[in-house]
């Protein structure tokens, strides 16, 4: 398992809802903690790790040890209030940060692992995190909700993403995009 990078489809992929949790899952949880702590990231969609299944790990402190490792299973967001433009990035998108503008504060309900049920109010990094990662799950990344003008800066270097992924595909460090289409349902097939 690891953390692809834009263009890869399965970032653009609207993961479906997961109706079972099984001893595999749970390591795939632990195993994205861990990618998500290397890359330095206090948060991981698992459309990132090549999955299309219908949940997220936060980790706000970004380090093993320190804050509260949560997982969020089929997360749905309402009640959004205010406005706040903030930096952000991207472990898909390396290198690359811009500012975007979301809810200052929104409602998060979902379940934990466990089939806890989760409901919060979130406002500050947390309600910036959720949000940027229920993103992934449907497939958004950060960049379609920049400025038009103020994305122009990315330019150069989603071109080299691109031709970096095209060069991976055609080596075969990648399947092709048939095969990813064909492993994500296999995938679907099991969990939702
Ligand atoms: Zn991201």
Known sequence: MRIIRYPHPTLRHVSKTIRRVDAELTTIVERMFDLMYEAQGIGLAANQV?????????????????????????????????????EEGCLSLPGMYGDVTRPKQVRI??????????????????????????????????????????RLKFTDALE?????????????????????????????????
């Open 160 to 192: 080299q993403l691109e031709s970096e992924f095209a060069e991976a595909v055609a080596s075969g460090e990648l399947t092709s995009v048939a095969e990813m289409a064909a492993r994500r349902s296999e995938w679907e097939r099991t969990y939702c």
């Open 50 to 86: 090549d999955l299309p299944l219908r949940f997220f790990v936060v980790n706000l402190a970004g380090k093993p040890g320190e804050g509260e490792e949560r997982v969020f299973l089929n997360p749905v967001i309402t009640r959004p209030k205010g406005s706040e433009e903030s």
């Open 109 to 150: 309900h979902a379940y934990d692992v466990s089939g806890n049920v989760i409901q919060e109010d979130a406002s500050g990094m947390l309600a910036r995190v959720l949000q940027h990662e229920l993103d992934h799950l449907d497939g958004v990344l950060f960049f379609d909700r920049m400025d038009e003008m103020k």
